[in-house]
């Protein structure tokens, strides 16, 4: 899992040393759609992301 800075999302970060997201992750997932700001807190997207793997897998491998 890749997370931006608190003044900078992946895209502006990789766009300053001439790489695109696609050049160095398989899957591009933005976990927190629609969130209404620029960019989200790294600890606040940690806990929103993990949160959503956690149901998901739940969802997948209940018994």
Known sequence: MLFGSPREGLHEILKRESRKLSDIADYIVNMIPG????????????????S??????????KK
């Open 35 to 50: 969130q209404g700001v620029r960019t989200v807190r790294t600890e606040e997207a940690i806990y929103a992301s993990l």
């Open 52 to 61: 959503i793997i956690n149901f998901l897998q739940f969802l997948c491998f």
